[in-house]
Every structure is written in C-alpha cells, then in structure tokens.
C-alpha cells in the first residue's frame, strides 16, 4: 500500500477528486491511501498563522519555511517507510510520463506539499526531493499539480486498471513524445463520420501498426 500524504490549506479540495472514479477504486482496493494535512496546524500562534511578507519587498504573502518543515516532520514521524517529499513548483522540473513511470516504481510513500498565496520561502527546497511543474503556466496553488501526480502515479499502480494496461512496460504505454492514438466506438457512422476502416478489420497487426503511426490530431490554433 503507498501512501500519498498530502499537505494543503485548502483541504476540501481534494475531497471530488480523491474519492471518485479510479482514485477511489484504488483507495477501496487498499493499493492506495491518501492522507490530507492541513498545514495550518503547523501556524503560529492563536491565528495559526501560516504566511508573511517577502523580504525586499513584492507584492503579497509567502508560505513561511517553518509551517512547511513542521509539516514534514510530522508527517515523517507518522510513517517507517522511506517518503518522497514532492513540492510542484513553477520553477521545477517539468513533469513528464518517464517521472510518473519511476514513482510508480519507488517504493515509498509520498507527501506532496501545496504552496499557496504568492509562493513560498525558498528554503524549503532544502527539505524536499523532488520539485516538478506540470507545465509552462502559473496556477494559484500546488493542488492541481498534487492531483496531477497523484492521478498519474495511482493509475500505473499495479492492480489499480486491472487488465493489461496496469503494466508499466506495456507495449502501449506512453513515453514522454507520443499521444494516446485514437480510439472509436459504436456507432460505425455517425453525422456521416466513419470509424477507420482498418479498425473494423479485425487484423491486429494492421491496427497496431496504424495506431503507432497516428499522431496528435487536437486542435492547438485558437
Ligand atoms: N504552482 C503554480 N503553478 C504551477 C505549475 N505550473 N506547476 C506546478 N506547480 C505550480
């Protein structure tokens, strides 16, 4: 079982995503268990108070490092096993397929820490293993990249898909430069759309060899 702690002010937010569809099913199968920790617990004073401003001056509030380092030890002293300690940042590493693959082969728990307000005190980076960004824009928090991960993580688990697709070095798992191809279903035509005809052909060597040749079809112009 591994589990994903997961460190946030805004625990709520988890709660549709954890506890539906796949992340559920893992949950229920006992492959997978997600701990929530709010980091206010970790605040200062009667105010619990988590944030302050930047040094030299700017606009807004940064997570305090001592909330956040607090946060890890507890979490640490919850478990024996060896935790990876992630923090989703802009500035990390961009956070590809081949990342997923190897922490879903760790074998460790997880604690993903949130920012949130303006960003956090630098020193923290001390603290964690791994810092990832899941892409060249700026959300208002680490929440979404948390699920990011964990949904990316869980579902390479194996047992979590059932079925031959659970297997990390499945013929069709995805690296970091190719697309899912496309996939159809019934109707055969619809608004006179037609399924490929070579999927209807029942020849599984033609359509792994048309599936391998397809390539992103989305439409990226605005
Ligand atoms: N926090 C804010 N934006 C982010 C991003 N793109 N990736 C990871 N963490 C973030």
Not at 36 to 43: A, K, T, V, Y
Not at 213 to 218: A, C
């Amino acid at each position: 079982m591994i589990t994903f702690f997961i460190a946030t002010l805004f625990p709520e937010i988890f709660d549709g995503v954890l506890n539906s569809s796949m992340l559920f099913k893992a949950q229920d199968k006992q492959i997978v268990s997600f701990k929530i920790i709010n980091i206010r617990d970790f605040g200062f004073g009667q105010r619990k108070q988590v944030d302050d401003t930047p040094y030299g001056g700017g606009d807004g509030m940064l997570l305090m490092v001592e909330p956040l380092y607090k946060t890890i030890l507890y979490v640490k002293s919850l478990t024996t096993k060896k935790i990876t300690t992630i923090l989703p940042t802009p500035r990390g590493k961009t956070y590809l397929q081949s990342d997923a693959n190897k922490l879903a082969e760790m074998d460790s728990d997880f604690l993903i820490l949130c920012p949130r307000y303006e960003g956090y005190d630098e020193r923290i980076i001390n603290f964690v293993d791994k810092t990832y960004s899941i892409g060249n824009y700026v959300l208002t928090g680490g929440e979404i990249p948390a699920m990011v991960i964990v949904d990316s993580i869980t579902r390479l688990l194996p047992g979590v898909l059932g079925g031959e697709t659970s297997v990390i070095n499945e013929s069709f798992q995805l690296n970091d430069f190719t697309t899912e191809f496309p996939q159809y279903t019934r109707p055969e035509e619809f608004n006179g759309l037609v399924v490929p005809q070579v999927l209807l052909s029942g020849n599984h060597k033609k359509i792994a060899e048309w599936r391998n040749k397809q390539n992103d079809t989305s439409k990226n112009e605005l």
